[in-house]
C-alpha cells in the first residue's frame, strides 16, 4: 500500500475583518498554491445560499466546485456530500472552543468529529487533484475547524494568526457596505461590545491552536506589519509553510495584479483584478470616542498582548 502524499494547508487564524481576504487572495498568486476562501462555509453560504464563487459563478454552477465535489463524492463512495458537509460544520462551531482547552477535551473533539474528519481528507485532496497545486490556503478563520484540520490525516497545516487592531475591526464592523453575493443588500454589521467580544474569543483560540502546532508550523502576523511590508512578511510565511517558492513577483510597487480564485466567501475585494496595499486607519479619526473607549476597554489585555498602544499606535 503506498504512502498518502501529503497535502499542505496554509490556515489563517483569527477574528474576522482583519484582512483574511487581501492576505488569502496575496498567498494564492504564489506558484503551487491556490486560495479556496472561507473554506468552513462550503456547505452554509456555497451551497446553501448559493452565493458567488470568486470567479464571479453561484457556487452551485461553478465548474470547479462542481468537479471537486463529484471528486470527494467518488472517493468516499456517496451520492450526496452536502448532509455530511452540513452535520460536519455545526459541530465545529466557535461554541466548541472550550474543549481544546483540555487534553481530554480535544480527543472528545476529535472522536465525535471523525465523519466530517473523513470528509475534509477527501476534499482537500480533490482540491489539490483538482487544481495540481499542493498548498491550499484556508481563510476560515475559525479556532475550532483549524483544529479539526490540524488532526485530519493527509493534511499538514500551517497556522498563519492573522491579527488587526480590535479599533479598526469594531469599526469595519459598523461600515455599510454593499455585498455583491446578496443583491445590493449590505454585509451584516455587528455591535461594538459583541465585536470587542468576539475578536477577544477568536484570538485567544488562534493563540491556543498555534500552541497545539508542531515547532515552526505557527506564526504571528499583525496587519498593520504586512500592509507595510507585505514581500516580507510573504517570505516568512513561504519559509514556515515549506513553499518552494518567492514573494518577489507577486507584490510590485505596492500593487498586486490578481488571477482568478475560485473563492467562498470574505470580502468584495476577491473580486478585484488589482489591488493596491494601503493602510486602512480611518477608524483613527472617524470612530466615534465613546465606541473607541469601550472596545479599547474590552479588549486591551490582549491590544497590549499584541503591542498595540491605547491610541492605535504600534508598539515594538
Not at 22 to 41: D, F, R, T, W
Not at 243 to 267: C, F, K, P, S, Y
Not at 271 to 287: G, I, P, V, Y
Request: proline share 4%; net charge positive.
Amino acid at each position: 500500500m503506498t504512502e498518502e502524499r501529503l497535502t499542505h494547508v496554509i490556515y489563517i487564524a483569527g477574528a474576522g475583518r482583519s484582512g483574511s481576504t487581501l492576505l488569502s487572495n496575496l498567498l494564492g498568486q504564489l506558484p503551487g498554491a491556490v486560495n479556496v476562501g472561507e473554506l468552513y462555509y462550503l456547505w452554509e453560504r456555497g451551497l446553501r445560499d448559493n452565493i458567488l464563487c470568486g470567479c464571479g459563478t453561484p457556487v452551485r454552477e461553478c465548474p470547479f466546485w462542481v468537479s471537486v465535489l463529484r471528486r470527494t463524492e467518488q472517493a468516499m463512495g456517496v451520492d450526496n456530500l452536502e448532509p455530511l458537509l452540513a452535520a460536519g460544520v455545526q459541530g465545529a462551531r466557535t461554541r466548541y472552543l472550550v474543549l481544546m482547552s483540555t487534553a481530554a477535551g480535544r480527543r472528545r473533539f476529535v472522536t465525535r468529529s471523525q465523519p466530517f474528519v473523513h470528509v475534509l481528507r477527501h476534499l482537500y485532496r480533490a482540491i489539490r487533484d483538482e487544481t495540481g497545486c499542493r498548498w491550499i490556503v484556508d481563510a476560515s478563520k475559525f479556532p475550532t475547524y483549524g483544529y479539526l484540520l490540524t488532526r485530519t490525516p493527509g493534511l499538514q497545516v500551517s497556522v498563519v494568526h492573522l491579527i488587526r487592531d480590535a479599533r479598526a475591526v469594531a469599526f469595519s464592523w459598523q461600515r455599510r457596505k454593499p455585498s455583491p453575493d446578496s443583491g445590493g443588500e449590505l454585509f451584516g454589521r455587528m455591535s461594538t461590545s459583541r465585536s470587542a467580544l468576539i475578536w477577544d474569543t477568536w484570538n485567544v483560540g488562534a493563540e491556543l491552536l498555534g500552541r497545539l502546532q508542531p515547532s515552526g508550523a505557527y506564526c504571528r502576523l499583525r496587519y498593520e506589519h504586512f500592509i507595510q511590508d507585505a514581500a516580507g512578511e510573504l517570505g516568512n510565511i513561504i519559509t514556515m509553510s515549506d513553499l518552494q517558492t518567492g514573494a518577489e513577483n507577486v507584490v510590485r510597487d505596492g500593487v498586486v495584479t490578481m488571477r482568478q480564485a475560485h473563492t467562498i466567501g470574505g470580502n468584495p475585494v476577491r473580486f478585484e483584478k488589482t489591488m493596491t496595499l494601503r493602510l486602512d486607519s480611518e477608524w483613527k479619526r472617524a470612530m466615534p470616542p465613546a465606541q473607541r473607549r469601550l472596545t479599547t476597554l474590552l479588549t486591551y489585555p490582549l491590544l497590549r498582548r499584541y503591542h498595540y498602544g491605547r491610541h492605535g499606535s504600534q508598539e515594538q
